[in-house]
Nanobody
């Protein structure tokens, strides 16, 4: 089992920034691709950003390109999501996900609320 613990969520005004962290334990973090997904009230959980095991390539949903940056520090077993120029439509619970072949682990989520 891998345990994932998100932190860094909160309330921010539109145009502001937050940095989410996802601390992993229990498995070899560097073997897993990492991702961030979010779920707004009444909507399905959707992809936000992902990063490969070595951290060399990252990919983003069109809605966050140019504003969000995913990164990872394999020495610290932690993935990050830097969110800039936040918009009210970014309000959601943000979840960290770790994937390795058919294995998939989730964190408990952290709330991000962007006020207009």
């Amino acid at each position: 089992q891998m345990q994932l613990l998100e932190s860094g969520g909160g309330l921010v005004q539109a145009g502001g920034a937050l940095r989410l962290s996802c601390a992993a334990s229990g498995r070899t973090f560097s073997s897993y691709a990492m991702g961030w997904l979010r779920q707004a009230p009444g909507k399905e959980r959707g992809f936000v950003a992902g990063i490969i095991r070595g951290g060399g390539s990252a990919y983003y949903a069109d809605s966050v390109k140019g504003r969000f940056t995913i990164s990872r520090d394999n020495a610290k077993n932690t993935a990050y999501l830097q969110m800039n120029s936040l918009k009210p439509e970014d309000t959601a619970v943000y979840y960290c996900n770790a994937r390795f072949h058919t294995l998939s682990y989730w964190g408990q989520g952290t709330q991000v609320t962007v006020s207009s």
